[in-house]
């Protein structure tokens, strides 16, 4: 398929899974032959990747969207695409069209494979279509005469882009959607692995399983082979991506689970680290923890969100779970995996919440002590549950308790640092920074802390996706310093990461 190359950025706003579909879709443009380019002005197709867990980011969108309708006035060849959260039902889609007729194509990640006939459509002059694509025909083009093919889009006569935004809309049981599959060259040694998408939970607040859909794993074979392709461009850790990662394999006919996906994982040569995230308690069985921390590779954190302290908050959230059965699986990890490191979600501010109640999270926050706490303030999403309700905690009161969690987290977070002063961490080399006019190496310890350490003298001759033994001299909440002991082993040769291509722009 000859398609004329032009230019992308995208703009990516959200969690990790957000960022992994984002390099799928550039992996999917650079094999059209497209360039990425680290500004909106310099392309031809912008894609905003957007996220609507929370109010902010939806309105970021928005504001890309006005910026990219003022640029559309000025230009004929510039396209405007949307994935993401901000994509969920036709009644949605529409208000977004009637809105920002600036958007040419809305599609999920899972439809992804509609660009290459989308931009021959749209950006090649000879090609260009009514405007409308239904996906279903896309997949078959009809042909006449002696079997020659022929496309199924009707072709203007006139060589010029139409209006109107693209809906890739699938009948019922029409195709079947998938993942993409194409990867990027490798730009850094950690890599993100999607292996369950969507979520079947029905958290109150959350807005995800309308937008992704239910829970959808993806074949065994499917990722051993990307996990191989992504280590042979240069990948020495990789992190398991769900919003519920424990809940991986239990749609699938033989129902493979996390720990035996982690267990073939394990066996790849040159795959250093395995990480995952993000953790559901009643997902994470006793025989998962026992496996998982039986495995050299598999890094000791577990990022498990709580998201309050108070159980009839957490009754109010729909969460499926009672602060028993939490602290019973923490009791659990801490026991059987020794050296395990835990992060949590929180958020403050919920419909009702009462002082008593925000009380109990703060207690809750100084008996687990958790390494790392993700606090954000309740925000009503439309289409949720609690949209229904009243938000009937003041904005000034959610700072403060915001506020709160961070004093005492920040606290918990020195000491456990502290803690690991004189210790020996292995750290994998992810970047080079420059603080100060020091030139300093990054990179994070098996149990997810970040540390730095001087790139001088012997260690000035590292490069990223080496593993190397540091001692740690210091402590700060949030990052660890130390010095060069000795190299573990080094990037392998084989592996050349890429410096120079492909750019995924994630907004500040």
Same mark, same amino acid.
């Given at each position: 398929m000859a398609i004329a190359r032009g230019k992308y950025h995208i703009w990516t706003v959200g969690c990790q899974m957000n960022m992994a579909d984002s390099q799928r879709v550039a992996a999917i443009l650079d094999g059209l032959g497209w360039s990425a380019v680290p500004a909106m002005s310099e392309a031809n197709l912008v894609i905003l990747n957007t996220c609507s867990v929370r109010e902010q980011p939806e309105l970021r969108a928005h504001g890309q969207l006005s910026l990219l309708r003022h640029a559309k006035r000025e230009r004929d060849d510039l396209l405007v695409a949307m994935m993401g959260c901000m994509v969920?039902?036709? /009644?949605?889609?529409?208000e977004l069209a009637k809105k920002y007729p600036v958007v040419d194509l809305f599609f999920k990640v899972e439809q992804? @494979?509609?660009?290459? /006939?989308?931009?021959?459509? !749209?950006w090649t002059p000879l090609a260009t279509g009514d405007g409308c694509v239904d996906v279903t025909d896309l997949a078959a083009p009809r042909t006449i005469g002696e079997g020659h093919a022929v496309p199924v889009l009707p072709l203007a006569p006139a060589p010029i882009p139409v209006d109107g935004p693209v809906a890739v809309n699938f009948r019922p049981g029409s195709r079947e959607l998938h993942y993409p599959t194409e990867v990027m060259p490798q730009h850094g040694p950690t890599a993100w692995l999607p292996v369950v998408l969507g979520c079947n939970k029905v958290c109150s607040y959350c807005i995800v399983p309308s937008r992704r859909g239910r829970e959808r794993s993806r074949p065994l074979d499917e990722l051993l082979l990307e996990a191989r392709e992504l280590v042979a461009g240069g990948a020495r850790e990789v992190t398991l991506l769900g919003q519920t990662v424990e809940a991986y394999g239990l749609d699938l006919p033989e129902q493979p689970t996390l720990s035996g996906l982690m267990t073939r994982l394990s066996a790849i040569e040159g795959l250093e680290r395995i990480r995952f995230m993000t953790s559901y308690p009643r997902h994470f069985t006793d025989t998962m923890i026992l496996e998982m921390a039986q495995l050299p590779k598999v890094c000791n954190h577990v990022n498990i969100p709580v998201q309050h302290g108070d159980d009839n908050v957490l009754l109010r959230m729909r969460r499926g779970y009672t602060l028993a059965e939490y602290r019973a699986l923490i009791a659990k990890l801490r026991d059987w995996w020794p050296g395990v490191a835990l992060s949590t979600d929180v958020i403050v501010g919920f419909c009702g919440e009462t002082d008593e109640e925000f009380s109990h999270m703060l207690d809750l926050l100084r008996e687990i002590r958790f390494d790392v706490v993700h606090v954000a303030m309740y925000s009503p999403r439309p289409g949720t549950l609690s949209y229904k309700w009243a938000d009937d905690v003041p904005i000034a009161i959610k700072k403060e308790r915001l506020h709160a969690v961070e004093a005492i987290q920040t606290e918990i977070s020195l000491a456990l640092h502290q803690a690991a002063v004189g210790t020996h961490q292995s750290i994998l080399i992810e970047e080079r920074q420059v603080h100060q006019d020091r030139s300093l190496w990054k990179g994070r310890t098996m149990s997810n802390k970040i540390l730095f350490f001087p790139a001088e003298e012997q260690a000035a001759r590292l490069r990223r996706g080496d593993l190397?033994?540091?001692?740690? @001299? !210091?402590?700060?909440?949030?990052?660890?310093?130390g010095t060069f002991v !000795?190299?573990?082993s080094a990037m392998p040769e084989r592996a050349t990461l890429v410096t120079q291509g492909s750019t995924i722009a994630l907004a500040e």
């Open positions: 969920g039902s036709q /009644r949605q889609l529409d992804a @494979d509609i660009l290459p /006939r989308f931009l021959e459509e !749209r190397v033994e540091v001692i740690v @001299d !210091r402590a700060s909440p949030w990052s660890l310093q !000795r190299m573990i």
